[in-house]
T-cell receptor
Framework: EAEVAQSPRYKITEKSQAVAFWCDPI?????LYWYRQILGQGPELLVQ????????DSQLPKDRFSAERLKGVDSTLKIQPAELGDSAMYLC????????????????FGPGTRLTVL | AQSVTQLDSHVSVSEGTPVLLRCNYS??????LFWYVQHPNKGLQLLLK??????LVKGINGFEAEFKKSETSFHLTKPSAHMSDAAEYFC????????????FGDGTTLTVKP
């Protein structure tokens, strides 16, 4: 069964350092999402891609966070510099169909990357 | 704008008894509604979804949910809880604008006692 892959699964870093997370969506899925999930809360959308284009990054802290999906397949989320408040689970998800296609499509989630900033 | 409120942060039931997880939503457009489950150390998995067809939606593992527009609710139920149902459950709303952005509730932790 096809799955969304993420790496690393766990990352510990010190504040002010740079970190990067990688996501490989299910083959053929055009839409890719990055979420941040703080303990005790639901996932919050950081950025959404349709193929290689960003369609929503309104909640992405652009002074320190960046995301890319250069060939419209896998994606990288970067934080530089990391802050204590960035400690969270970072989830990647993918779905088929168009991002503007009504929001009807099921999202398939990866296992996440748990980031701890010391 | 859209929002989701999960009315209980924790629900505890005994094995074999009914489960009710409550979800209210707010949306300016006709919404799509989803329930996802998250087991420890695993990714979120779709339980069921409502997309303007039948108001009573059946999902996996015996779960179902009923869309009630007049009450703006989408509560999740299961007639008989199993130990394996213990997990975190998220109610999600999305609308056909804003690139179909999904908004998650804060989750309900379901505990199942033997």
């Amino acid at each position: 069964e096809a799955e969304v892959a993420q790496s690393p699964r766990y990352k510990i870093t010190e504040k002010s350092q740079a970190v990067a997370f990688w996501c490989d969506p299910i083959s053929g899925h055009a839409t890719l999402y990055w979420y941040r999930q703080i303990l005790g809360q639901g996932p919050e959308l950081l950025v959404q891609f349709q193929d290689e284009s960003v369609v929503d990054d309104s909640q992405l802290p652009k002074d320190r966070f960046s995301a890319e999906r250069l060939k419209g397949v896998d994606s990288t989320l970067k934080i530089q510099p990391a802050e204590l408040g960035d400690s969270a689970m970072y989830l990647c998800a993918s779905s088929s169909g168009l991002a503007g296609g009504g929001g009807y499509n099921e999202q398939f989630f990866g296992p996440g990357t748990r980031l701890t900033v010391l | 704008a859209q929002s989701v409120t999960q009315l209980d942060s924790h629900v505890s039931v005994s094995e074999g008894t009914p489960v009710l997880l409550r979800c209210n939503y707010s949306s300016s457009y006709s919404p799509s509604l989803f329930w996802y489950v998250q087991h420890p150390n695993k990714g979120l998995q779709l339980l069921l979804k409502y997309t303007s067809a039948a108001t009573l939606v059946k999902g996996i593992n015996g779960f179902e949910a009923e869309f009630k527009k007049s009450e703006t609710s989408f509560h999740l139920t299961k007639p008989s809880a199993h130990m394996s149902d213990a997990a975190e459950y998220f109610c999600v709303v999305s609308v056909p604008t804003n690139a179909g952005k999904s908004t998650f509730g804060d989750g309900t932790t379901l505990t199942v006692k033997p």
